[in-house]
């Protein structure tokens, strides 16, 4: 069973709103990602937990905020944001096993910002 | 750092017709190489992967890729592809610091 599970699918929110992407798996992983892909291009990385620590921050604005509650959880808090910023949000997550990093994504959430 | 290029943006072929995407690597490392499906609103779907050992490499719905050193190319193919494989691939490739990185994809369109 590789199932990455996402909340929500969909999310409307305003400049000024604050609200957060959820993301849990129960594979035993031990990395968990965000991913954020536009239209019509490849997903780019932004965030990396390893062992429930943050590994790599792509440079990413503050307005986004990751956290890892635990192994299983990885939230993606949203504030401030910009209409630039609406796109598609995966989360993934890989075995952290060198065992060559293969890494299971979900279905994604759809963020338009207005 | 390790990047990979697909050199086609679009393929567009027919029904029961041969396909093959590609794909180049570049890293100073060690690699591991991966293809991706993604259909329309859905996230990525993993077809195969390439970790070591043979360099042909079988993966799901019929795709196979093969690993070539000396060329650094990881190249997706089918004998004869279906309505249903139109979607977007993407090659991706990783080393052991949990850093994929993603080609900007390959549109693949199978008309009737």
């Known amino acids: 069973d590789t199932e990455v599970t996402q909340t929500p699918k969909h999310l409307v929110m305003g400049m000024t709103n604050k609200k957060s992407l959820k993301c849990e798996q129960h594979m035993g992983h031990r990395a968990m990602y965000w991913y954020k892909q536009k239209a019509k291009k490849p997903p780019e990385l932004m965030f990396v937990y390893s062992y429930e620590k943050l590994s790599i921050n792509e440079s990413v604005p503050s307005r986004f905020s990751p956290e890892c509650p635990n192994s299983s959880l990885l939230n993606l808090h949203l504030h401030a944001l910009q209409p630039e910023d609406s796109a598609l949000y995966l989360c993934?997550?890989?075995?952290?096993?060198?065992?060559?990093?293969?890494?299971?994504f979900g279905e994604g959430s759809w963020l338009t910002v207005v | 750092a390790q990047s990979v290029t697909q050199l086609d943006s679009q393929v567009p072929v027919f029904e029961e017709a041969p396909v093959e995407l590609r794909c180049n690597y570049s890293?100073?490392?060690?690699?591991?190489l991966f293809w991706y499906v993604q259909y329309p609103n859905q996230g990525l779907q993993l077809l195969l992967k390439y970790l070591s050992g043979s360099t042909l490499v079988k993966g799901i719905n019929g795709f196979e890729a093969e690993f070539n050193k000396s060329q650094t190319s990881f190249h997706l193919r089918k004998p004869s592809v279906h309505i249903s494989d139109t979607a977007e691939y993407f090659c991706a490739v990783t080393d052991n610091n949990n850093d994929m990185r993603f080609g900007a994809g390959t549109r693949l369109t199978v008309k009737p």
């Open positions: 993934a997550s890989s075995p952290r096993d060198h065992s060559g990093n293969t890494i299971y």
């Open positions: 890293s100073s490392v060690s690699v591991y």
